[in-house]
T-cell receptor, first 112, second 111 residues
Framework: DSGVTQTPKHLITATGQRVTLRCSPRSGDLSVYWYQQSLDQGLQFLIQYYNGEERAKGNILERFSAQQFPDLHSELNLSSLELGDSALYFC???????????FGEGSRLTVL | SQQGEEDPQALSIQEGENATMNCSYKTSINNLQWYRQNSGRGLVHLILIRSNEREKHSGRLRVTLDTSKKSSSLLITASRAADTASYFCATESGSGSRLTFGEGTQLTVNP
């Protein structure tokens, strides 16, 4: 158990819909990262927050947004969903903004 | 875009044999990390090697780093069926933060 909690574990929705994925980092970790893993794209970095502020941005679509709240949990919002958004979405956390990442078990999103 | 590229993409060996996976990357790095992922599960950190280190050991794992060739290797000795998983290298560059992952090597250890 990494200490990182992601909900929901599985989510099935329709094209055009909006979903919110939630992540609770390890106790004490200030950095939260979001990654997308799909069969054809591998593991893609989406965005990183450090102590509530956006620190780095990767290949995150404009339809996607994220935030980190004062209690350090984070949410990833995916809107106007397309079939190609079906993937595993991972949250990871770390104490600082560098070094080893601790991954959650992921949220598997299926868009029908 | 992927920074690291693992080689081979898939590796199948017998229990007790050694498994070697390679990773190549493109830009200068602060550190390189190896992660393991069981099918459909979260990634688990295995080992981190800094850019000024050449070799590191952790249990049955041995990692080497050659910054002149921009490459790293992960050796798993005396493999076990439970080592069956995907193995990813990830690089950290610049001012830190994001890790960029390779495509992974799927290792199968046959009992």
């Amino acid at each position: 158990d990494s200490g990182v909690t992601q909900t929901p574990k599985h989510l099935i929705t329709a094209t055009g819909q909006r979903v919110t994925l939630r992540c609770s980092p390890r106790s004490g970790d200030l950095s939260v990262y979001w990654y997308q893993q799909s069969l054809d794209q591998g593991l893609q970095f989406l965005i990183q927050y450090y102590n509530g502020e956006e620190r780095a941005k990767g290949n995150i679509l404009e339809r996607f947004s994220a935030q980190q709240f004062p209690d350090l949990h984070s949410e990833l919002n995916l809107s106007s969903l397309e079939l190609g958004d079906s993937a595993l979405y991972f949250c990871a956390s770390s104490l600082q903004s560098t070094g080893e990442l601790f991954f959650g078990e992921g949220s598997r999103l299926t868009v029908l | 875009s992927q920074q690291g590229e693992e080689d081979p993409q898939a590796l199948s060996i017998q229990e007790g044999e050694n498994a070697t996976m390679n990773c190549s990357y493109k830009t200068s790095i602060n550190n390189l990390q190896w992660y393991r992922q069981n099918s459909g599960r979260g990634l688990v950190h295995l080992i981190l090697i800094r850019s000024n280190e050449r070799e590191k050991h952790s249990g049955r794992l041995r990692v080497t780093l050659d910054t002149s060739k921009k490459s790293s290797s992960l050796l798993i000795t005396a493999s076990r069926a439970a080592d069956t998983a995907s193995y990813f290298c990830a690089t950290e560059s610049g001012s830190g933060s994001r890790l960029t992952f390779g495509e992974g090597t799927q290792l199968t250890v046959n009992p």
